[in-house]
């Protein structure tokens, strides 16, 4: 029998290589950024077509290479970082393998053009499928201007399996945010579409995160610095009330180098203990520097996930470096006892009791009555709107009617309220939609609505976005939707990492309703929000909440409709917590048995339980 083992050509080997390292086109921008900071650039510009998938082009004024140089860092293994195994445990740069160009050079047309400054000819290299088809000198600026074009051009299976460009092109402002933080010292811009997307100065870490994450972001930030003869960490954790339902804003970086860490990460999480709220993420930013013998990079070909040898005592130094960071800068929670409201909704402020400082001047005048700041008729009011509270609570139940006591037991006593004067509900075909009894409100999240056989209980947030978003599906399917102009237009800002994404969903977002125009500069001005809106003074908050939403859904790989459906519908509904009147919980009941799937809300949450009078009877007997 013949020999069935053999060699596999070059080309074929690359492109398997290159399945490794490139697996979108936000990973040449990261090999392609880090090539640039390891050559000593200190300006760095990325442009970028189609979300990569056409055109990603990196310059830099960094040292350049000579001619050799520039047609050995196409081949595989071929370096600058590592002469020695041993080398291996004292790297301090970015990239040391020697396979990112060479991978790809395999799966893209590539355009090189470079020169070192002490050079007058720079060199030009042109490559497809990993086969140099020209290179000549050239004249071009000092340093390395790198373009790849037609990315997975030769395999049509990867390109194929590639996502939308707004999927797409939030990697690559992933990839570039990761890179511009860990080197605030440094410039970067980046091009999107003949648009620039970033522009960020050289500044400090404070700053280069208030440029990427928008203004709003300073303050959110607390420091973190902390130093021993082990390792060094410093870099800024967000406050609690900012964290987000989805992440993004959490950065690790080991030597300048970003990581992927579940139990690093862990640590941070456990240092807020009860402060976070449920199933969010924090904003963190945070560096450690560590001897390199003590650690392993060459674990992962994306270089993104890294070895220590102790890793239970970088998780304890970096976990009490955060509390104490939370405790020294009084991020501690709060009980607000004032805040606590009655079942009905009628809820009115009431004055602050006095500090003890204002106790001792009301004493002071010595029974005298003289009126002061803090005179007693000011104590009345506020021990009147505490009897008014009390009594919005149990109004409708001073009656007793005893006529309607049951004639089983003629001892019996009936509470008569405004809740028991019509007839129940009729659910015998299982239609809930008529409702005749008065809901109200538990904590001013749920909703109790009686029916015959029961009660129903309903999170008025999950009914509210079923509710919304069949009536935004039914919008983007070309159904009449209703504006309300705004008398003056309102102009909002985007975080630079959304401009791309808000650009590509406007039409969409336009015919949910809104009226909004891109601005420029990271702006949009409204000129009009759904007729559902009409009134709310947040429209910012509206829309960064969507944008969130919308990203969350990505993944998902839903219908682009759908998904903005869902995230317009989490982003102006009523929310768990918020007071409704009497019309308005009726109005939501109606409105969600009237809904085509009334059971599920949309992130397949219950909209509602269903309480049966046998099973409450059966939890007072115990049986």
């Not at 007729?531 to 969507?546: C, F, M, T, Y």
Request: glycine share 6%.
């Amino acid at each position: 029998m013949a020999d069935i083992i053999q060699l596999l050509p070059d080309a074929i080997a690359n492109q398997i290589a290159a399945g490794e390292v490139i697996q979108r086109p936000a990973s040449v921008v990261k090999e392609l950024l880090e090539n640039a900071i390891d050559a000593g650039a200190t300006s760095v510009k990325l442009i970028v077509k189609d979300a990569g998938k056409t055109l990603i082009q990196v310059i830099d004024n960094g040292c350049g290479m000579s001619p050799t140089d520039a047609r050995m860092c196409f081949e595989r293994h071929a370096t600058s970082k590592i002469r020695k195994a041993k080398d291996l445990f004292h790297i301090r740069t970015m990239g040391f393998r020697g396979e990112a160009m060479a991978s790809i050079a395999a799966i893209a047309q590539v355009e090189m053009r470079t020169r070192r400054q002490a050079d007058e000819l720079g060199a030009r290299l042109l490559l497809e499928g990993s086969v140099l088809t020209k290179q000549e000198s050239c004249q071009c600026s000092a340093g390395t201007n790198i373009s790849v074009k037609n990315l997975f051009y030769n395999v049509p299976a990867r390109r194929n399996f590639l996502k939308s460009n707004a999927v797409e092109m939030r990697h690559i402002i992933d990839e570039f945010q990761r890179v511009a933080v860990a080197h605030s010292d440094l410039f970067f811009s980046l091009h999107h579409n003949g648009s620039e997307v970033f522009h960020l100065p050289i500044g400090n870490l404070r700053q280069r995160l208030v440029a990427i994450f928008g203004t709003n972001c300073n303050k959110k930030l607390v420091p973190v610095a902390e130093e021993t003869d082990v390792l060094k960490l410093e870099g800024y954790v967000g406050k609690p009330e900012f964290a987000k339902k989805t992440r993004g804003e959490q950065l690790l970086f080991v030597n300048q180098r970003f990581i992927k860490s579940n139990y690093l990460n862990h640590a941070i999480v456990t240092a807020y203990e009860e402060l976070l709220p449920k199933d969010s993420y924090p904003l963190y930013v945070i560096f450690l520097e560590i001897d390199p013998k003590r650690i392993d990079i060459n674990v992962h070909p994306t270089k993104q996930e890294i070895k220590f040898d102790d890793e239970r005592l970088v998780y304890n130094y970096l976990k009490v470096a955060v509390r104490h960071a939370l405790g020294q800068y009084s991020i501690t929670p709060t009980l607000d006892f004032e805040q606590e409201v009655s079942f009905t909704g009628n809820y009115r402020p009431r004055r602050e009791d006095p500090t003890p400082s204002e106790q001792t001047v009301r004493s002071s005048d010595n029974g005298k009555g003289s009126p002061g700041p803090f005179s007693p008729p000011a104590e009345e009011r506020r021990q009147r709107n505490n009897l008014d509270n009390w009594q919005d609570l149990y109004r409708g139940l001073e009656g007793f009617d005893q006529t309607a006591a049951s004639e089983e037991d003629e001892n019996s006593v009936t509470i008569g309220s405004e809740w028991s004067e019509s007839n129940g509900l009729d659910d015998a075909a299982n239609s809930f939609s008529k409702q005749q009894k008065q809901a109200y409100q538990i904590h001013n999240s749920y909703i109790v609505s009686q029916i015959k056989s029961g009660y129903l209980l309903i999170d008025q947030q999950t009914a509210h976005e079923r509710i919304l978003y069949e009536r935004y599906l039914a919008v983007l399917s070309e159904q009449e939707t209703y504006t309300q102009k705004q008398l003056f237009p309102k102009t909002i800002q985007v975080a630079p990492n959304d401009v791309v994404l808000m650009q590509e969903i406007l039409p969409e977002i336009n015919r949910l309703g809104f009226d909004i125009q891109d601005f420029g500069n990271n702006s949009f001005v409204i000129h009009g929000v759904p007729a559902d809106l009409r009134g709310s003074k947040e429209e910012q908050k509206v829309i960064e909440l969507l944008l969130e939403q919308y990203k969350n859904n990505l993944e998902l790989q839903l219908d682009r409709n759908e998904n903005l459906a869902r995230a317009m519908a989490r982003s102006a509904s009523i929310k768990r917590g918020q007071a409704l009147r009497i019309p308005q919980m009726q109005e939501l009941v109606d409105q969600l048995f009237a809904c085509s799937v009334p059971y599920k809300g949309p992130n397949g949450r219950n909209c509602f339980i269903t309480f049966e009078l046998e099973e409450l009877e059966k939890r007072f007997t115990g049986d």
